[in-house]
């Protein structure tokens, strides 16, 4: 039933009719409430109109009576009107079907030739309309501009919502369309077929225009492109209708809060949440509700859990659910039981997310509770406005934790006073509260003009960093294996990783805007210092020290197992000098000191205070490069240094009083090398230099600046000097080295070359070694060929070794007696004197993509959960295609094709076969199992595949691409084909070759039913072929290049993204554009993936940052920063629990996006 408000005036006098008068008087209703006395006569009158009343104070009818009355004075009957002369725009199907039920009340029969669109699936049909209720999508897919060319008023029911936000662009897209052409004379709408076929003249428009009226219980007043804001801008007539409740509480709401915590002191509960549902329970159950309850989650997993607790733990059969994802016909049949009088629904308790807090008519409802907190002032408004309505009493309960009892506590002071004091603009009611309650009572247009509001749109929030697979070997010594064992750190992207070795678990340090560069640990392993490059040569690049205890600390006592993004909370200092790259690092023996040099364009050296983060001294590093800093080990060489580089290697000493680097270039003879490594021996008496040419120089440091009481600055006659050589050089250069000395006390010398050999020197008695009386070469005890080349060392426990590649692979290693080794390592090749003394152990620890990962895809199995499905995915990057274990982030298997670079992957989707494509046109399946070849397409395409999709019906059976059943494939090439294939047991036939591109077809979408894909094209096409004839059937064309596309799981719509940084959505209909998001990255957009509710979607690019997007709302709900380079795939996991993205840099990395669902589904 309609609601009926008691006021001192009747309907009559407002300008209505007397036949309606009269419907409105057999309904009981006979007095217009407060707005409806301000807005029906300015509406009758056909001023634009502001419609702004608390909820349930009767805006519907409001602005649905004049509309009425204004149809029924029309010179055209109703009946006789082929195209609408009126138009009602809403939020949802639910808000269209209760307008229509409001309109059949007061007029049967002019409902029954209106026109509901709540259904992008609908369309306007031949018969006569007066009247379209619709939401906007579905008004775009049904109508065409010229059907509203007779449209003389136009309402915007929830407008807070329609002018924001998601459908922001659609609904400004109606107005424009509408208000910008001609009004038509009302007459030539008649439905007969001599005006339909007329060409309209001048003589035939209208003097008029259309009349415009917005309708909401909230609008948001700041910011250039706020409601408010656009009103006055495009409507600067329109009159205000605006109540005295306006923004308010409603004045007969009594409202109650319950503490969480305290009721926490009082019991044994498991957890929070727990307890939170207890305290529901006793809510509910202690008599205090009057009516129907209506109970509020923040998410669709609260309600649903929430839900199963009533039902099932505490018996409560009169609950239900009510929220996007409950069947549509069940919310129809909940939505007349909330209306009903039968004493069985009496207490029916609703648990709902905010999507039954806007516009519903819950007359009856006596009772709401916020089970969980609203998450901002707009939509504590409108949940608060569920009870109490039309003049009744009604109760609040409000379950309060220490996050919002501030914001209860000044809600319950402003009482029926307006809000806006209460809040600021853009502060959330979770947070603090500064701005003092005003309780001075402005009238309606005051508080108006003065109203700042929060808007209801969600801040972005940081994704979680999970897990990833990779590391970044380009840089030297970015591996670091700290010295009780426990922990690697290594470089991936922008984020330093912490991976406790034991446990497989990863935290990340994320800080860093650009790909880092070297890596340095503390002696006493409590610091972390990581440089980088900038993204620029002129941009300043900085140096994080973090607090590696703490995050070692909160790695393993973290709730999660461990996996944790604990983004910069760990950043010490950020030390900001070097200008454009940081080359190398190094701590001081004691930690007093950190020494880093910059980079080729800034080639300084800096000294840095631990303790303050302040730079004591800097200097140049010398007349050329200088690529790399070691620090002495002795707690008494606290000061000394040495660096090398280009044809110099040199010492260093800080004098701390006047603040001052102290330099001795060391003696080599008639040598020139460049020097790549150093490494210091536990003495501090010898330094071993790594070069480029592949020899290692012995260098004696004892000198005038490491005596203790040296003089500066010094006389400089005693300097470092070279003492020899290695017997052999290293192919491709000594790249890292560590010096090791045994418990025997006899030293050696471990280092990695370009070339992958992994060689131990050995250098005799470690007291022997440091004096310089030995003249022979350095001979090599024994050798060990790694792949890729070796890039870092890094000793951990007494002789336990890491090595890392820049083919992204990780080794541990030992060094050990050969006796009781495996004697037989092909690549070994120890000297005479060392054969029978010295043996290496190796074993391959970690590895990955070592080249730009270019596509990523999980398993589609109809046979397995979406869980399993998560369990692995499939990449595939230059040579090689790999199966990973996502949980545990271990290779599976391998399938490699040298010489080659493999574009895009897909599974079948019984998950039978991999199918690839790669860049000599062939396409190639492989058995996931075994990794062995099934079949080959030769020359599939004149060039590279660039682009696969496997074709096969959800009918298809679980096994058979495995057991022979036909099944199709389509791939697209660089030539700009795109072909489909028949696939049996024995042959794979082409069936089509499509050309209509003039470009590269970057990306491929097949429909469910498999008659249908549309194809994305470098060229600026995306062309929808019928599978069935193989002809062009949609095209859809922009000034971009289409790197992606994808259809929305409904199939409605599809969405792109290209080279113009923007995503398009696109009627799957028609082929027209309906959305534009516009830079929507800073730079072109690779990726992009949707999950299959069709809430959200995932896109990233060259800019190396992951977006998550809202479908409906067109809005970023959240951001993942950690590629360094472009992120060339994404994809989301069946289960929606994570995201796996991809990226040029050689990385994987998994994100975690769970709660973000349940968020944004409310």
């Given at each position: 039933?309609?609601?009926?408000?008691?006021?001192?005036?009747?309907?009559?006098?407002?300008?209505?009719?007397?036949?309606?008068?009269?419907?409105?008087?057999?309904?009981?209703?006979?007095?217009?409430?407060?707005?409806?006395?301000?807005?029906?006569?300015?509406?009758?009158?056909?001023?634009?109109?502001?419609?702004?009343?608390?909820?349930?104070?009767?805006?519907?009818?409001?602005?649905?009576?004049?509309?009425?009355?204004?149809?029924?004075?029309?010179?055209?009957?109703?009946?006789?009107?082929?195209?609408?002369?009126?138009?009602?725009?809403?939020?949802?199907?639910?808000?269209?079907?209760?307008?229509?039920?409001?309109?059949?009340?007061?007029?049967?029969?002019?409902?029954?030739?209106?026109?509901?669109?709540?259904?992008?699936?609908?369309?306007?049909?031949?018969?006569?309309?007066?009247?379209?209720?619709?939401?906007?999508?579905?008004?775009?897919?049904?109508?065409?501009?010229?059907?509203?060319?007779?449209?003389?008023?136009?309402?915007?029911?929830?407008?807070?919502?329609?002018?924001?936000?998601?459908?922001?662009?659609?609904?400004?897209?109606?107005?424009?369309?509408?208000?910008?052409?001609?009004?038509?004379?009302?007459?030539?709408?008649?439905?007969?077929?001599?005006?339909?076929?007329?060409?309209?003249?001048?003589?035939?428009?209208?003097?008029?225009?259309?009349?415009?009226?917005?309708?909401?219980?909230?609008?948001?007043?700041?910011?250039?492109?706020?409601?408010?804001?656009?009103?006055?801008?495009?409507?600067?007539?329109?009159?205000?209708?605006?109540?005295?409740?306006?923004?308010?509480?409603?004045?007969?709401?009594?409202?109650?809060?319950?503490?969480?915590?305290?009721?926490?002191?009082?019991?044994?509960?498991?957890?929070?949440?727990?307890?939170?549902?207890?305290?529901?329970?006793?809510?509910?159950?202690?008599?205090?509700?009057?009516?129907?309850?209506?109970?509020?989650?923040?998410?669709?997993?609260?309600?649903?859990?929430?839900?199963?607790?009533?039902?099932?733990?505490?018996?409560?059969?009169?609950?239900?659910?009510?929220?996007?994802?409950?069947?549509?016909?069940?919310?129809?049949?909940?939505?007349?039981?909330?209306?009903?009088?039968?004493?069985?629904?009496?207490?029916?308790?609703?648990?709902?997310?905010?999507?039954?807090?806007?516009?519903?008519?819950?007359?009856?409802?006596?009772?709401?509770?916020?089970?969980?907190?609203?998450?901002?002032?707009?939509?504590?408004?409108?949940?608060?406005?569920?009870?109490?309505?039309?003049?009744?009493?009604?109760?609040?309960?409000?379950?309060?934790?220490?996050?919002?009892?501030?914001?209860?506590?000044?809600?319950?002071?402003?009482?029926?006073?307006?809000?806006?004091?209460?809040?600021?603009?853009?502060?959330?009611?979770?947070?603090?509260?500064?701005?003092?309650?005003?309780?001075?009572?402005?009238?309606?247009?005051?508080?108006?003009?003065?109203?700042?509001?929060?808007?209801?749109?969600?801040?972005?929030?940081?994704?979680?960093?999970?897990?990833?697979?990779?590391?970044?070997?380009?840089?030297?010594?970015?591996?670091?294996?700290?010295?009780?064992?426990?922990?690697?750190?290594?470089?991936?992207?922008?984020?330093?990783?912490?991976?406790?070795?034991?446990?497989?678990?990863?935290?990340?340090?994320?800080?860093?805007?650009?790909?880092?560069?070297?890596?340095?640990?503390?002696?006493?392993?409590?610091?972390?210092?990581?440089?980088?490059?900038?993204?620029?040569?002129?941009?300043?690049?900085?140096?994080?020290?973090?607090?590696?205890?703490?995050?070692?600390?909160?790695?393993?006592?973290?709730?999660?197992?461990?996996?944790?993004?604990?983004?910069?909370?760990?950043?010490?200092?950020?030390?900001?000098?070097?200008?454009?790259?940081?080359?190398?690092?190094?701590?001081?023996?004691?930690?007093?000191?950190?020494?880093?040099?910059?980079?080729?364009?800034?080639?300084?050296?800096?000294?840095?205070?631990?303790?303050?983060?302040?730079?004591?001294?800097?200097?140049?590093?010398?007349?050329?490069?200088?690529?790399?800093?070691?620090?002495?080990?002795?707690?008494?060489?606290?000061?000394?240094?040495?660096?090398?580089?280009?044809?110099?290697?040199?010492?260093?000493?800080?004098?701390?009083?006047?603040?001052?680097?102290?330099?001795?270039?060391?003696?080599?003879?008639?040598?020139?090398?460049?020097?790549?490594?150093?490494?210091?021996?536990?003495?501090?008496?010898?330094?071993?230099?790594?070069?480029?040419?592949?020899?290692?120089?012995?260098?004696?440091?004892?000198?005038?600046?490491?005596?203790?009481?040296?003089?500066?600055?010094?006389?400089?006659?005693?300097?470092?000097?070279?003492?020899?050589?290695?017997?052999?050089?290293?192919?491709?250069?000594?790249?890292?080295?560590?010096?090791?000395?045994?418990?025997?006390?006899?030293?050696?010398?471990?280092?990695?070359?370009?070339?992958?050999?992994?060689?131990?020197?050995?250098?005799?008695?470690?007291?022997?070694?440091?004096?310089?009386?030995?003249?022979?070469?350095?001979?090599?005890?024994?050798?060990?060929?790694?792949?890729?080349?070796?890039?870092?060392?890094?000793?951990?426990?007494?002789?336990?070794?890491?090595?890392?590649?820049?083919?992204?692979?990780?080794?541990?290693?030992?060094?050990?007696?050969?006796?009781?080794?495996?004697?037989?390592?092909?690549?070994?090749?120890?000297?005479?004197?060392?054969?029978?003394?010295?043996?290496?152990?190796?074993?391959?620890?970690?590895?990955?993509?070592?080249?730009?990962?270019?596509?990523?895809?999980?398993?589609?199995?109809?046979?397995?959960?979406?869980?399993?499905?998560?369990?692995?995915?499939?990449?595939?990057?230059?040579?090689?295609?790999?199966?990973?274990?996502?949980?545990?982030?271990?290779?599976?298997l391998r399938v490699q094709v040298p010489n080659l670079v493999c574009n895009c992957v897909e599974l079948t989707r019984d998950g039978g076969l991999v199918v690839s494509g790669w860049d000599d046109g062939k396409v190639r399946a492989f058995y996931p199992e075994s990794g062995k070849l099934k079949f080959v397409i030769q020359d599939a395409h004149n060039e590279s595949v660039t682009a696969i999709a496997v074709c096969t019906p959800s009918s298809y059976s679980s096994h058979s691409s495995s057991s022979g059943a036909e099944w199709r494939l389509l791939t697209g090439g660089k030539d700009g084909r795109v072909r489909v294939w028949r696939i049996t047991a024995s042959r794979q036939t082409m069936e089509a070759s499509l050309k209509e591109h003039r470009g590269p077809v970057n990306a491929i979408q097949v429909v469910q039913d498999c008659t249908a894909c549309v194809s994305a094209s470098s060229d600026g096409s995306c062309i929808v072929w019928n599978l069935e004839t193989f002809v062009r059937t949609q095209a859809m064309f922009a000034s971009t290049v289409f790197r992606r596309v994808l259809y929305h799981p409904d199939e409605s719509q599809l969405l792109t993204c290209g080279s113009d940084r923007r995503i398009t959505?696109?009627?799957?209909?028609?082929?027209?554009?309906?959305?534009?998001?516009?830079?929507?990255?800073?730079?072109?957009?690779?990726?992009?993936?949707?999950?299959?509710?069709?809430?959200?979607?995932?896109?990233?690019?060259?800019?190396?940052?992951?977006?998550?997007?809202?479908y409906d709302n067109g809005e970023t709900v959240a951001i993942g920063r950690g590629h360094s380079e472009a992120i060339n795939a994404v994809k989301i996991s069946p289960d929606r629990k994570e995201i796996v993205t991809v990226g040029s840099e050689g990385a994987v990395m998994i994100w975690e996006m769970g709660d973000l669902l349940e968020h944004t589904q409310a």
């Amino acid at each position: 039933m309609l609601p009926q408000h008691i006021t001192t005036r009747f309907f009559q006098s407002l300008g209505l009719g007397p036949s309606l008068n009269d419907r409105l008087t057999q309904l009981g209703l006979t007095n217009p409430t407060a707005v409806q006395r301000k807005a029906i006569p300015s509406i009758l009158a056909g001023d634009d109109v502001v419609v702004a009343a608390e909820t349930g104070g009767g805006k519907t009818l409001a602005f649905l009576l004049p509309v009425v009355e204004k149809l029924r004075r029309n010179s055209l009957p109703p009946n006789e009107m082929r195209l609408p002369a009126a138009l009602v725009l809403t939020t949802s199907q639910e808000l269209v079907r209760q307008l229509a039920t409001v309109l059949h009340q007061v007029d049967p029969e002019l409902a029954r030739l209106a026109v509901s669109l709540s259904s992008t699936r609908q369309t306007l049909g031949g018969r006569a309309c007066p009247l379209v209720l619709a939401t906007p999508s579905a008004l775009l897919r049904a109508t065409k501009p010229k059907d509203f060319a007779f449209t003389q008023t136009v309402v915007v029911d929830e407008a807070d919502m329609l002018l924001s936000g998601g459908f922001e662009k659609e609904t400004k897209q109606i107005l424009a369309t509408i208000r910008n052409q001609p009004l038509l004379r009302t007459e030539l709408n008649r439905n007969t077929e001599e005006i339909k076929d007329r060409e309209f003249g001048e003589e035939d428009f209208s003097d008029r225009t259309t009349q415009t009226v917005f309708s909401a219980a909230t609008i948001p007043d700041y910011g250039k492109r706020s409601v408010r804001h656009y009103i006055d801008y495009k409507f600067p007539s329109a009159a205000f209708a605006i109540t005295e409740g306006f923004h308010r509480t409603l004045p007969k709401l009594t409202l109650k809060a319950h503490n969480l915590q305290d009721f926490m002191a009082d019991g044994d509960f498991m957890d929070e949440q727990h307890a939170r549902c207890e305290l529901l329970h006793q809510i509910l159950t202690s008599g205090t509700s009057s009516g129907k309850t209506l109970v509020f989650t923040n998410s669709i997993a609260s309600a649903d859990a929430l839900f199963v607790f009533l039902q099932e733990d505490k018996g409560m059969t009169n609950c239900a659910l009510f929220h996007k994802e409950v069947d549509r016909p069940q919310r129809q049949k909940l939505l007349k039981r909330l209306d009903s009088d039968d004493d069985g629904d009496q207490n029916l308790v609703v648990i709902c997310t905010d999507i039954a807090a806007r516009g519903l008519d819950t007359t009856k409802v006596g009772h709401v509770v916020q089970f969980e907190f609203a998450s901002d002032v707009v939509s504590y408004l409108h949940r608060i406005g569920r009870t109490g309505r039309a003049g009744t009493s009604g109760t609040v309960t409000s379950i309060e934790s220490s996050e919002n009892s501030l914001v209860l506590e000044k809600i319950r002071e402003a009482g029926s006073s307006t809000l806006q004091n209460a809040f600021s603009r853009k502060r959330s009611l979770r947070k603090k509260l500064v701005c003092p309650l005003d309780a001075k009572l402005l009238s309606p247009l005051e508080r108006y003009d003065h109203f700042f509001f929060l808007t209801e749109m969600a801040d972005t929030r940081e994704l979680r960093l999970r897990r990833v697979i990779g590391y970044n070997g380009t840089f030297p010594n970015t591996l670091i294996y700290t010295t009780d064992g426990k922990y690697l750190i290594y470089s991936l992207g922008l984020a330093v990783v912490v991976k406790d070795i034991k446990r497989n678990t990863q935290c990340f340090l994320r800080g860093h805007t650009d790909v880092i560069t070297c890596l340095a640990v503390s002696n006493d392993g409590s610091k972390l210092a990581s440089g980088q490059q900038s993204k620029s040569r002129g941009n300043k690049a900085p140096v994080l020290v973090w607090d590696l205890a703490e995050a070692t600390k909160q790695l393993n006592t973290s709730a999660n197992g461990g996996e944790d993004d604990h983004s910069d909370n760990f950043v010490t200092f950020r030390l900001v000098l070097h200008m454009g790259k940081v080359q190398s690092l190094a701590f001081s023996a004691k930690d007093s000191f950190l020494f880093t040099v910059g980079g080729q364009d800034d080639n300084a050296l800096v000294c840095w205070n631990m303790q303050t983060g302040e730079p004591i001294c800097g200097t140049p590093s010398g007349d050329d490069s200088t690529l790399v800093v070691a620090a002495f080990n002795r707690e008494a060489n606290d000061e000394l240094l040495v660096t090398g580089g280009n044809y110099n290697i040199t010492l260093w000493r800080v004098e701390l009083k006047n603040r001052k680097f102290h330099a001795l270039r060391a003696n080599l003879g008639n040598l020139k090398r460049i020097v790549t490594c150093i490494g210091i021996s536990p003495d501090d008496k010898v330094a071993y230099c790594g070069t480029k040419t592949g020899d290692l120089l012995e260098i004696i440091l004892d000198s005038d600046l490491t005596k203790p009481n040296c003089l500066f600055p010094p006389v400089g006659t005693h300097k470092p000097r070279y003492s020899r050589t290695t017997k052999e050089r290293f192919s491709q250069g000594i790249v890292t080295l560590v010096v090791h000395d045994n418990e025997e006390n006899r030293r050696f010398v471990l280092l990695g070359a370009g070339d992958g050999n992994l060689a131990v020197l050995k250098l005799g008695p470690a007291n022997t070694a440091s004096d310089g009386s030995k003249t022979q070469p350095i001979a090599t005890a024994c050798m060990e060929k790694l792949m890729g080349g070796i890039t870092a060392l890094s000793e951990g426990r007494h002789g336990d070794f890491y090595a890392g590649t820049n083919h992204s692979n990780m080794y541990q290693f030992q060094l050990a007696d050969d006796r009781s080794s495996t004697s037989s390592h092909s690549n070994n090749r120890p000297s005479s004197a060392s054969v029978n003394t010295i043996g290496l152990h190796v074993v391959l620890r970690s590895t990955c993509h070592y080249g730009s990962i270019n596509d990523v895809v999980f398993p589609g199995s109809a046979m397995r959960s979406p869980a399993d499905n998560s369990h692995l995915f499939v990449t595939c990057a230059k040579s090689d295609i790999r199966i990973w274990n996502a949980r545990r982030c271990q290779e599976i298997l391998r399938v490699q094709v040298p010489n080659l670079v493999c574009n895009c992957v897909e599974l079948t989707r019984d998950g039978g076969l991999v199918v690839s494509g790669w860049d000599d046109g062939k396409v190639r399946a492989f058995y996931p199992e075994s990794g062995k070849l099934k079949f080959v397409i030769q020359d599939a395409h004149n060039e590279s595949v660039t682009a696969i999709a496997v074709c096969t019906p959800s009918s298809y059976s679980s096994h058979s691409s495995s057991s022979g059943a036909e099944w199709r494939l389509l791939t697209g090439g660089k030539d700009g084909r795109v072909r489909v294939w028949r696939i049996t047991a024995s042959r794979q036939t082409m069936e089509a070759s499509l050309k209509e591109h003039r470009g590269p077809v970057n990306a491929i979408q097949v429909v469910q039913d498999c008659t249908a894909c549309v194809s994305a094209s470098s060229d600026g096409s995306c062309i929808v072929w019928n599978l069935e004839t193989f002809v062009r059937t949609q095209a859809m064309f922009a000034s971009t290049v289409f790197r992606r596309v994808l259809y929305h799981p409904d199939e409605s719509q599809l969405l792109t993204c290209g080279s113009d940084r923007r995503i398009t959505y696109f009627d799957a209909y028609d082929g027209e554009a309906i959305r534009f998001l516009e830079e929507a990255a800073e730079l072109e957009m690779l990726a992009m993936d949707i999950e299959h509710s069709g809430t959200l979607f995932a896109t990233g690019g060259r800019d190396g940052m992951l977006k998550l997007w809202h479908y409906d709302n067109g809005e970023t709900v959240a951001i993942g920063r950690g590629h360094s380079e472009a992120i060339n795939a994404v994809k989301i996991s069946p289960d929606r629990k994570e995201i796996v993205t991809v990226g040029s840099e050689g990385a994987v990395m998994i994100w975690e996006m769970g709660d973000l669902l349940e968020h944004t589904q409310a």
